[in-house]
């Protein structure tokens, strides 16, 4: 029996929340001419090229309403970025919208997308899903490569059992 382990997926979401999704088909073309995946999304021929060591396969994550892509498993903590106070426990009790507002005891008013999320997490409505990766980032020429494709996106490692 396959005991359940840990793995890292590395969540590329658009700077601009309200940048459109790609369209699947276009994307997994893209992805699959520059060598990093198969034309199904299962990991290519250059996929160190992307991520140092690989990984399984990416996918289109659109989940219809707005996300938090964050380290999941491993949790994360959530802090003024005036005073660097530890705001988790309010952010806790806040509805998920980036628009929302936290208030500090320090005076600063923040967006909930404004906060310092630490390990980073990235609100989206969309994001390519680099699943099961080798190491913690893309690297620097795959990132070049995916900001052709996709806009500016930051990259959340999301850690997660299956
Ligand atoms: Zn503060």
């Not at 060591?53 to 491993?74: E, T, W």
């Not at 909930?112 to 080798?134: E, H, M």
Request: glycine letters at 12%.
């Amino acid at each position: 029996m396959q005991r359940p382990s840990h793995h890292l997926d590395l969540c590329l979401v658009p700077a601009d929340p309200n940048r459109k999704a790609p369209d699947r088909v276009d994307l997994f073309d893209r992805f699959a001419a520059a060598g990093f995946t198969n034309p199904d999304g299962s990991a290519g021929p250059a996929c160190d090229a992307l991520v140092q060591g690989g990984f399984a396969r990416v996918r289109l994550d659109v989940p219809g309403a707005m996300a938090l892509y964050s380290n999941g498993q491993g949790g994360f903590r959530v802090f003024c970025p005036r005073c660097a106070t530890n705001l988790t426990a309010v952010w806790s009790g806040q509805p998920r919208d980036p628009g929302g507002e936290v208030i500090c005891g320090c005076g600063a008013t923040s967006r909930l997308d404004a906060l310092d999320y630490r390990p980073p997490a990235a609100y989206g409505r969309w994001a390519v899903v680099i699943a099961d990766a080798a190491d913690g980032q893309i690297t620097d020429a795959g990132g070049e490569t995916v900001r052709s494709f996709l806009g500016e996106v930051r990259v959340i490692g999301r850690r997660v059992v299956r």
